[in-house]
Every structure is written in C-alpha cells, then in structure tokens.
C-alpha cells in the first residue's frame, strides 16, 4: 500500500529511525491513555442501573444451562447465552458484586483497543493508524461502554477482530489452518455478540463478491468453506435460542423511531437517513455532525478509488444493518449501533488524514488540525472522567435509607426502582417482604394515584425513585408522583443524588438520578 511504502523508506537513516522512536511513544501513550481512562470508568463504583440490575438478577437467577436456553430469558431483555454464561463464570470466580459483573466488558473494552491499532494499521500504515487509535481510545462511548453490564463492549471487539479476519482473507494467503481458526472463532462470536452477524455476513458477502469478480475460484472457495462454518453454528445458535425472540413485540415498538423507511425516494427516507446519522455522529461519536458527514465523505471518496477492497469491506456492514433496520429486524439508532463505531471512525480518519495530508503547510499547522479534531472526544473523555457518568446512583439512596429508617416504616418503591433495589437490598438489611414495589402505568397515568392512595394512614412512608421515566413532551413521572404525595401528606425528608449535567439525553432537562423521600400520610388530603 502508498501509505507503508513511502513509510518504510523513511525509516532509513538516523531521521527514520527518531521517526519510529517518536511513533513507538506516541503508541504507548495513547495506548496508556486508553487504558488509564477505561480503568478509572471500571473502578469508579457506579450504582448498577435498571437495565444493569435486572441483567443481574437474571444472571444470579439461573444456572448456566438455564442461561442458554431461550426459554427461560425474557424477551425484553434477550442478551446473548455466551455473553450472560461467560459474566456468570466471571461472578462465580470475584463473587456477586458491580466489578466481576462489568469485568467481562471491561476485558473487551482492553482488548479491543489493542488490537484496533493493528486493524488501522494494516488498512492505512502506521501514521493513519495512530490518529484512528487516538479517537478509538479517547472515545468517551467506548470507554463508558466498557464498564457497563451490556454486551456493547464485546459487539465492538468482535467487530474488530471479524476487520483483522477479513484483511487477512482479501490480503493475504489462507492456509487450512487459517481457515478452522477464522470459521471456530467466527462461529464462537455469534453465541456472544448479535450484530456480529451483519459484520460477518456483509463482510463475508463483498469479500466473495470480489474474489469471483477476479476469478480467484480457490480463494472463493476458501471464503465459502469458512461462511458454512458460521452459518452451521448460527443455525444451531438460533434454534437453542434466538427464536424464542423473533415475535419480541415490545422491543420492535421501543425502536419504532429507529427503522428505516423502505421507500429510499420520499421525504420521510430523507429525514430518517439525515436525523439518523447525525444522531450517530452526535451521540456515539461526540463529534459535530457537520465535521463527521463531511470527514465521512472524503474518507469514502479516498478509500472507493484508491482502496476499492477495503472500501466494500468498510462499507458492507453498514448497508446490511440499514437494510435489515427497513425490514424492522434491527434498528439503526443509539447503543444498538456502537458495534459500528470502530467502521465509522476507520473511514473518518482516513478522510481527517487525508486532507491534512492535502494540506501545503508547516509540520505545526499540521500538527494543530490534529489536535483540533481530537478536541472534542479530549473534551468529553476528560469531563466524563472527574465526574464519572452514573445512569442511576441508588447506592447512596439506599445506604440512607438503611440508616434513618424506623421499626414500622414503610417503603415504597417506584416500579422502575425494583430492579436496583432488589439487588442491592439483602447487602443493606432490606428484605423481601420490607417494601411495596409500585405498578407500572405509563398509559393510564391516573392508576398512580390509586396506587398511592393505598398507602394513607401511615406515619412514616419512604418513597424510593431511580430510573424516572421522561416523557418527550415535558411530563416527569418523578415530579407526578411528589405532586400526588404532597396532596396526599407532609414530606418529612428527602435525599437525591444527581448526576452531572452534560450527562442525560438531550431532551431531559432535570439531572435527577435517584432520590429518597420520607412523608407523614396520616392525615393526607384529596387528591381529586
């Protein structure tokens, strides 16, 4: 490739060789960066959230024969068997607590930075390779993603080693032994990542596609023989499980904004596709859309006519995923989509390279637009880091609860809280039987209400909150409840935690994490 070439000449000679010493510093202090920023994430003590606790639970719940059996996982949260068994193995060995649950990510999340360095670099060369790893490491998604009970982190590696597999199928010879390596680990990866399989069929597919348009008969037949690999433990994978998700209804109306329109010609396609990528650049990437559609953009154009084969790999899975988002069978939007990210930011620091490379001016002015582009994920990397990001901190809450709390006491959960709130519970004296979990009513709001209203008469009721639900068009179902228990009593106490500003979506104007109220409702009023 031109890139290496002209690189390789330049490490003759005393300046070529200051060149690889000043690369090989760079490399181990972004490499440290990454790492450094992934631990502090992982070791920060974040409360496990809704989505994380009921993860838990589940975990804590079932065997691992239990855990890979369809059946018995709800559909609502239908995480991979080999993810869910491998998290278990992992807690059964630290024991039941936040950092050997999150540790299965947070080992993704290491690995992947590693070897991406080694993916950007066989695509691009060395310098190229440098500034991929920069956003790759200071990515604050990535890193977040990296210590959450989620299978995000692991999507990500898988996506990364099914690039390093498929540079070596296009580039390089496949030996037989290549050839069961790359069809066991591939077939391995569906049991524990989902979209793995639009990376492995659409890179799969283009890969084959361009091996029979160059008439190279024995590597097609090669590329076939490792599709039927996968595809034989895919088939298995989803007869023993994913079948018993296909009619996940609930998921299908949550993503209902997320699918692509089919008709590629309308407005509607337009807005989606426009609204849809921005969002990407705007949340996965912390980038200015305006700055990623166009670094996307160059990066394509450079790869299509100097890289044609790492074009179509590039670019094959992300056609998959929207076609399968038109067919409602994926969506395209938010944390569903970070296995994507590393593509994406392959193809942006291609484009960001090459018109810096483009540009006739002084090695400083260079060097400035380098540290411009890496401004903003710096930007947020280092914000995220002294305050790290807590979706739910009930922790606290609960420890107050479990301080000031009488004989005779009530508690009341908000039926979003159940989840944190039982897992935490019989490490701080709560059990089974101390609190009332509240219903769940978003579609007739006025069952609250009566819900609350059951709990008239007593003296001292605890109110517990994490996980408010927002609706987009301004209600907070945290501040409904208060306006009720307030018509309904006197507040005695409270106790919230909050979380850092920049933190929620961007619809949500309250930083509301978790909060505890205590109320007299012996003698309440009306709630009519």
């Given at each position: 490739?031109?890139n ?7 490490k003759?000679?005393p300046?070529?060789?200051d060149?690889m010493k000043?690369?090989?510093v760079?490399?181990i ?11 502090a994430?992982?070791?920060?003590e ?7 606790a ?7 719940g079932?065997?691992c024969?239990q855990?890979?059996?369809?059946k018995?996982?709800t559909k609502?949260q ?5 993810f869910l ?6 807690s059964?060995?630290g ?8 540790l ?19 695509l ?20 977040y ?14 996506t990364v080693?099914?690039l390093?597999?498929f540079y ?15 069809g066991?680990?591939?077939g ?9 399989v639009f ?14 348009r160059q ?8 590329i076939?023989?490792?599709g039927?690999?996968?595809a ?6 989803y007869?023993?499980?994913i079948?018993y998700?296909t009619?996940?209804d609930g ?5 209902r904004?997320?699918?692509m329109?089919l ?7 337009m ?7 921005a ?10 859309v305006?700055l990623?559609?166009?670094t996307m953009?160059?990066g ?8 044609r084969k790492?074009f179509?790999l ?5 056609l998959l ?5 038109g067919?409602k069978i994926?969506?395209?939007q938010?944390?569903?989509?970070l ?6 930011m392959?193809?942006?620091v291609?484009?960001?390279?090459k ?9 400083y ?7 411009f ?28 609860l ?7 006491d ?8 159940q ?8 490490h ?41 639900f ?11 409840f208060?306006?009720?228990?307030n018509?309904l ?5 409270a ?11 961007a619809?949500?104007k309250?930083?509301f994490?978790?909060?505890l ?8 009023t009306?709630?009519?």
């Open positions: 490739m031109a290496r070439t002209s690189c390789q000449k330049n003759k000679g300046s070529g060789f060149a000043i690369h090989k760079l490399l202090i972004i490499i440290l960066a990454g790492v450094f920023f992934r631990c994430e992982f070791f920060s974040k409360s496990l959230w809704f989505d994380e009921k993860t838990a639970l589940k975990i804590e079932n065997t024969e855990l890979i059996n369809g018995t996982i609502k239908p995480y991979p068997a080999g068994i491998i998290t278990k193995w992992f059964m060995l024991g039941n607590n936040e950092l050997s649950l999150r299965f990510p947070f080992v993704c999340g290491i690995l992947a930075l590693f070897l991406f360095y080694r993916v950007a670099h066989e691009f060369g060395p310098a190229p390779a440098l500034l991929a790893l920069s956003f790759f490491a200071l990515s604050p998604n990535l890193i993603y990296s210590s959450e009970l989620k299978p995000y982190s692991s999507d990500i590696l898988f080693i099914f390093h597999v070596n199928i296009i580039h390089k010879e496949l030996s037989r032994q290549k050839i069961i390596l790359f066991v680990v591939g391995l990866a569906f049991w524990v990542s989902y979209p793995v990376v492995a069929a659409g890179m799969g597919l283009s890969t084959l596609v361009l091996s029979l008439r190279d008969m024995i590597r097609s037949r090669k076939v023989a490792i039927l690999l996968w034989a433990h895919f088939c298995l994978f007869f023993l499980y079948r998700f009619r996940a998921l299908v109306h949550y993503w904004v997320a699918y329109p008709n590629i010609f309308s407005f509607e396609f807005r989606w596709f426009m609204g849809s990528f969002l990407f650049f705007k949340i996965n990437l912390k980038f200015p305006s990623s559609a166009l953009i160059m394509s154009v450079a790869l299509y006519k100097e890289q790492n179509f590039l670019g094959a899975p992300i995923v929207l076609f399968a988002s067919l994926y969506p395209f938010g944390r569903v989509i296995f994507l990210v590393p593509i994406f392959l193809v942006i291609h484009g960001v390279y018109f810096i490379e483009g540009i006739k001016a002084a090695k002015i260079r060097v400035l637009l380098i540290i582009f890496l401004y903003y994920p710096v930007l947020h990397t280092l914000r995220q880091w002294r305050e790290p990001y807590g979706k739910s901190e009930i922790k606290p809450v609960m420890r107050y479990s301080d000031h709390r009488q004989p005779g009530k508690v009341y959960l908000y039926y979003s809280t989840a944190a709130f039982r897992y935490y519970a019989e701080m004296g709560l059990m089974e039987g101390d609190y009332i979990i509240g219903i769940d009513s978003r579609e007739d709001p006025g069952q609250y209400k009566k819900d609350l209203e059951q709990l008239r008469g007593g003296e001292r009721v605890w109110v517990v909150f994490s996980d408010v927002y609706e987009r068009d301004g209600i907070n179902e945290g501040e409904y208060l306006d009720i228990l018509r009593g006197r507040q005695l106490d106790y919230t935690v909050h979380i850092p500003a920049y933190s929620p979506p619809y949500l309250e930083t994490s978790a909060g109220y205590l109320y007299d409702l012996s003698a309440g009306s709630t009519k």
